[in-house]
């Protein structure tokens, strides 16, 4: 399955460039050209990343950052902004990496291969205890023995997987599972949980954070 990136950049050459690039080097892509829409597709779709420029109409990249930081997608900065305290405010807002323009498009490949690392997002299996989640087929074994998992439990495993150790509230469940055009409400979480705990042996692992949501614990 192809790694979907977004970009966000007011310049269309360039977006155009990097869009090429990424295409080329077998990455799924998005484009916007401002900050508002940025956050509505962000609402409304998944992504494994994000390149943003900072300087952008209707919202600045550093404000789009400000309200995407909780949903934990990792992003770049690609910007002609090259002062320090720029870098440095943009990686204290939670950025993963930050590019000057000009930029060669071979270095911004290497830095998103680096931080989909980074994130586990290359990965083809993800591992976690026992259990083995075998990405490019979706099978899950648990001790060597498939389990079936329904096509929102599976997301849900790996959403968990793969942020062991990090609380994530049921609404940010709920947005990266479900995508927000879900209006089945934070239940759905917890029965798809209860059930992941039972079909998989995790109720020791999965704990409930009272009145947030829940923590994958090795």
């Known amino acids: 399955m192809k790694k979907k990136i977004l970009i966000v950049e007011d310049d269309l050459a360039i977006a155009k460039l990097i869009e090429i690039n990424l295409n080329i080097a077998n ?4 484009k916007v050209m401002d900050g508002l829409k940025a956050l509505e597709i962000i609402d409304e779709e998944n992504f494994d990343l994000i390149i ?16 995407i930081k909780h949903r ?3 992003v770049i900065f690609l910007t002609a902004k090259k002062s320090v305290f720029d870098k440095v405010n ?3 807002l939670g950025a993963e990496d930050y590019m000057v323009k000009p930029f060669e498009a071979i270095e911004l490949l290497a830095r998103i ?36 998992l329904s096509p ?8 968990l997987i793969q ?4 609380a994530l509230s049921r609404e940010q469940i709920l947005g990266r599972v479900w995508d927000m055009s879900y209006y089945g ?26 009145k947030i949501g829940y923590r994958l614990e090795d």
């Open 185 to 210: 409400g934070t239940r759905t979480v917890d029965m798809h949980i209860k059930a992941l705990r039972q079909k998989l042996d995790l109720g020791n692992h999965i704990k409930t954070i009272y």
């Open 163 to 166: 942020n062991k150790n990090i």
């Open 52 to 67: 943003l420029d900072v300087m952008l109409p209707q919202a600045d990249g550093f404000e789009v950052m400000e309200k």
């Open 113 to 148: 291969e680096v931080v989909l690392r980074r994130y586990g997002k290359n990965e083809k299996v993800l591992n976690f205890k026992d259990i083995k989640v075998y990405l490019e087929e979706r099978i899950v074994k648990n001790d060597g023995n498939t389990v079936e």
């Open 27 to 30: 990455y799924e892509t998005k």
């Open 72 to 74: 934990n997608i990792p």
């Open 152 to 159: 929102k439990e599976y997301e849900l495993l790996c959403l």
């Open 90 to 92: 943009g990686l204290k």
